[in-house]
Structures are given as structure tokens and as C-alpha cells.
């Protein structure tokens, strides 16, 4: 069955540093990829997303690259900023397009 | 503005006691989903309803109930039957179905059931 798997948390990381969280997937088929964020006491927020292989998602100064060979689509930061702070979520689409299979999030804290 | 409104924030109820979890957009949007979040754990999926007057099962629909009666509108019931209803609960839409739509989320309500 479809499965995503994150890396565990928390990633604490001081301001202005790089940011990567692994994420990998199990699928049949070709899915589409998401990562989405959530801030505290709050819903879910699209960040980005792939809908093919070698698609890259950009938004916010965050990237993902759809890796099909790898069954890959790390999330990566160049500088983050302590608003950053927030759970980050890995999905992917399951065949019909009728659900989201999400990974258990990566808590990343960002200090001043 | 449009988006997903969720009402209320928090609930508190009592075991054997049924609840209703609203759930509005105003997207315009054919599909919506019920999700639930438990601490340290991704979102699993309850229903889904991709037109008014279908709804279909997700992972963990025991206990819960449904209704699509209006395009705007997802009502969710939480049921005596559910064993562990406390949980964040999390509305969805999408446009329509299929791999290339996101969804888009409410801000979630948090039952609490003692």
C-alpha cells in the first residue's frame, strides 16, 4: 500500500542555517507529492507540491524535488528564519486522487 | 474571502454523548474530507465526499458518521461507538478529485471527550 516516511523530530536549528527533512514514499503508480505546514492550534497549509518525476516545488524560499528513482521528495531551505518554526508534513495522492496519505511530521524549531 | 470555516474551536463533551463537527467552505469546491490528528501522528483520513449526496469511507470511519446534503457543507458526527474520539479534527476541500489537486484545510477543531 502507499506509505510516506519522515524523518523524526524535532530539528532544532539555529537562524540562517540550511534545512533539509527526508521524506520518502511508498506508491503504486505515479502519485502527487505535498508537503504542507502546521503552525501551532492550527489547519494544515499547502507549501508546495510535484505532480511528476523531476518536477521541483518551490514557494517561501523552500524546495522539493519529485525524485521517482529515489522515491524521494526531501524538503530543503537555504536560510531559515525563526517564523519557520512549525511541523512540516510529507503527503502524497493516493491513485484515485481521492485522499492524501500523510507522513507523522517533522517538528523544526528555530532559534534566534 | 474564501476558505474553510471550522466552528467551534474547541468542544468538550462527555462519554455516550454524540457531536457534531461543522465544517463550511465557501470554494465552491466539489470534494471535501474529514481528517483526524492525533499527537505525533500524521492526518488519517475519515470520509470523503467528492459531490453532494455521496460520501465514501476512509481508513477509520468506525464510529463516525457523515452528510453532504449542500455543495458548502460537511457535517461530521462523532458517535458514542468511536472508543477514542478525542483528537484534532480537520476539515478539507478540493477543487474536485484526482492527482493533480491539492486540498485545502480548515483550522480544525479540538474535541475533547471525558
Known amino acids: 500500500g502507499n506509505s510516506v516516511t519522515q524523518m523524526e523530530g524535532p530539528v532544532t536549528l539555529s537562524e540562517e542555517a540550511f534545512l533539509t527533512i527526508n521524506c520518502t514514499y511508498t506508491?503504486?503508480?505515479?502519485?502527487?507529492l505535498f508537503w504542507y505546514v502546521q503552525y501551532p492550534g492550527e489547519g494544515l497549509q499547502l507549501l508546495l507540491k510535484?505532480?511528476?518525476?523531476?518536477d521541483k516545488g518551490s514557494n517561501k524560499g523552500f524546495e522539493a524535488t519529485y525524485r521517482k528513482e529515489t522515491t524521494s521528495f526531501h524538503l530543503e531551505k537555504g536560510s531559515v528564519q525563526v517564523s519557520d518554526s512549525a511541523v512540516y508534513f510529507c503527503?502524497?495522492?493516493?491513485?484515485?486522487?481521492?485522499?492524501?496519505?500523510f507522513g507523522k511530521g517533522t517538528t523544526l524549531s528555530v532559534s534566534s | 474571502d474564501g476558505g474553510i470555516t471550522q466552528s467551534p474551536k474547541y468542544l468538550f463533551r462527555k462519554e455516550g454523548q454524540n457531536v457534531t463537527l461543522s465544517c463550511e467552505q465557501n470554494?465552491?469546491?466539489?470534494?471535501m474530507y474529514w481528517y483526524r490528528q492525533d499527537p505525533g501522528q500524521g492526518l488519517r483520513l475519515i470520509y470523503y465526499?467528492?459531490?453532494?449526496?455521496?460520501?465514501q469511507k476512509g481508513d477509520i470511519a468506525e464510529g463516525y458518521s457523515v452528510s453532504r446534503e449542500k455543495k458548502e457543507s460537511f457535517p461530521l458526527t462523532v458517535t458514542s461507538a468511536q472508543k477514542n474520539p478525542t483528537a484534532f479534527y480537520l476539515c478539507?476541500?478540493?477543487?474536485?478529485?484526482?492527482?493533480?489537486?491539492?486540498?485545502?484545510f480548515g483550522p480544525g477543531t479540538r474535541l475533547t471527550v471525558t
Open positions: 478539507a476541500s478540493s477543487p474536485g478529485t484526482g492527482l493533480l489537486y491539492e486540498q485545502y
Open positions: 506508491a503504486t503508480g505515479y502519485p502527487s
Open positions: 510535484a505532480t511528476k518525476a523531476d
Open positions: 503527503a502524497l495522492s493516493n491513485q484515485a486522487g481521492t485522499a492524501l496519505i
Open positions: 470554494l465552491n469546491h466539489d470534494a
Open positions: 465526499s467528492q459531490i453532494v449526496n455521496d460520501f
